[in-house]
């Protein structure tokens, strides 16, 4: 079965880091990037970064640069999501989302989210 | 960057049709064949509708279609039904090898 499965949800205060998971399975883990979008509640979408599985190089949106690392472990087809100094806007569902590798910026498989909580 | 431009928010009675657009800039929309649109259900996951402008993955009703003109993409719904009733969002890539999506539109069936 083609699936992304999320870690569980987390509470964090302001201030801590967190690190979320996303493990891939049933499908070629090299041949698809992996997105990280979030939502916080009543929101909408906003794109965060990506990790190419091939190389492990990664890209993020302007607004997260230095305060989030997306890593990789290829054996275990899993990728990870680290951000830093959380404060509460953070506060949202974190969705990975799988996208083609190639010419192609549409997310075809979503996780089903990881709900974290900034409050002190 | 901005948010893509999206109404907050349309309506339309059973059977009509709708079209939400989605207006960006010459450095997304109007650069690339690569706009999508998603439906989402609260509670739930985006789900893809769209992709590439007007392209349906396999399973995704043909009442949902996809056009682009200039900076703006727009996605319509034909035959409304009352499941529709729900968000959509579109995304596009950008000049600067990123992903921006719309603010979301709520869809209402009268």
């Known amino acids: 079965q083609v699936q992304v499965v999320q870690s569980g949800a987390e509470v964090k205060k302001p201030g801590a880091s967190m690190k979320l998971s996303c493990k891939a399975s049933g499908y070629i883990f090299s041949n698809f990037y992996m997105h990280w979008v979030r939502q916080a509640p009543g929101q909408g979408l906003e794109w965060m970064g990506f990790?190419?599985?091939?190389?492990?190089?990664?890209r993020y949106a302007q607004k997260f640069q230095g305060r989030v690392t997306v890593t990789m472990d290829t054996p275990t087809s899993t990728v990870y999501m680290e951000m830093s100094s959380l404060r509460s806007e953070d506060s949202a569902f974190y969705y990975c989302?799988?996208?083609?590798?190639?010419?192609?910026?549409?997310?075809?498989?979503w996780g089903r989210g990881t709900l974290v909580t900034v409050s002190s | 960057q901005s948010a893509l431009t999206q109404p907050a928010s349309v309506s339309g009675s059973p059977g009509q049709s709708i079209t939400i657009s989605c207006t960006g800039t010459s450095s997304d929309v109007g650069s690339f064949d690569l706009v999508s649109w998603y439906q989402q259900y609260p509670g739930k996951a985006p789900k893809l509708l769209i992709y590439e402008v007007f392209k349906r993955p396999s399973g995704v009703s043909n009442r949902f279609s996809g056009s682009k003109s200039a900076n703006t993409a727009s996605l319509t719904i034909s035959g409304l039904q009352a499941e529709d009733e729900t968000d959509y969002y579109c995304?596009?890539?950008?000049?600067?090898?990123?992903?921006?999506f719309g603010g979301g539109t709520r869809l209402t069936v009268l």
């Open positions: 995304s596009s890539y950008t000049v600067s090898g990123t992903m921006i």
């Open positions: 989302a799988r996208v083609p590798m190639g010419p192609f910026w549409y997310v075809d498989l």
């Open positions: 990790i190419n599985p091939t190389d492990a190089t990664t």
